[in-house]
Nanobody
Framework: QVQLVESGGGLVQAGGSLRLSCAGS????????MGWFRQAPGKEREFVAVISWSGGTTYYAESVKGRFTISRDNAKNTVYLQMNSLKPEDTAVYYC???????????????????WGQGTQVTVSS
C-alpha cells in the first residue's frame, strides 16, 4: 500500500511555470502507474496526465498537452508535473494518484486509481 504527498503548489502569474512533486512511500513505488488530476471549485475532478511504471508511456489531457510534462524518478519515489505557460483556467487543487501495475483503463477516470494524495493548491493569476 502506497501513501502519497504532493508539494510545490502556489501562486503564479499567467505565463509562468510551476513544478509539482508527489512523494510516495514504500519499496514498490516503481510498480505503480502514477497520475495527476485536478479539481476547480464547483467542478468535477478531471484528468491531467498519467505515466506508466517504467516511464515509457504518458498520456495528457488535451487542455494541457504541450504545456505540461509528467515524469518520474523511481530512485527517489517521486513523480513530477512540470507546468509551463500556465493559464488562469489551470487554477485548481492538483492531486497525485496511483494504481498498481499498468496504466488504468480507462486512465481518465478518477475511481480507477486506488491511492490519492491530499492535494496541493495551484492558483494562476492574470
Amino acid at each position: 500500500q502506497v501513501q502519497l504527498v504532493e508539494s510545490g503548489g502556489g501562486l503564479v502569474q499567467a505565463g509562468g511555470s510551476l513544478r509539482l512533486s508527489c512523494a510516495g512511500s514504500g519499496r514498490t513505488f516503481s510498480n505503480y502507474a502514477m497520475g495527476w488530476f485536478r479539481q476547480a471549485p464547483g467542478k468535477e475532478r478531471e484528468f491531467v496526465a498519467v505515466i506508466s511504471w517504467s516511464g515509457g508511456t504518458t498520456y495528457y489531457a488535451e487542455s494541457v498537452k504541450g504545456r505540461f510534462t509528467i515524469s518520474r524518478d523511481n530512485a527517489k519515489n517521486t513523480v513530477y508535473l512540470q507546468m509551463n505557460s500556465l493559464k488562469p483556467e489551470d487554477t485548481a487543487v492538483y492531486y497525485c494518484a496511483a494504481d498498481y501495475g499498468a496504466v488504468p483503463t480507462p486512465y481518465r477516470v478518477a475511481y480507477k486509481y486506488s491511492y490519492w494524495g491530499q492535494g496541493t493548491q495551484v492558483t494562476v493569476s492574470s
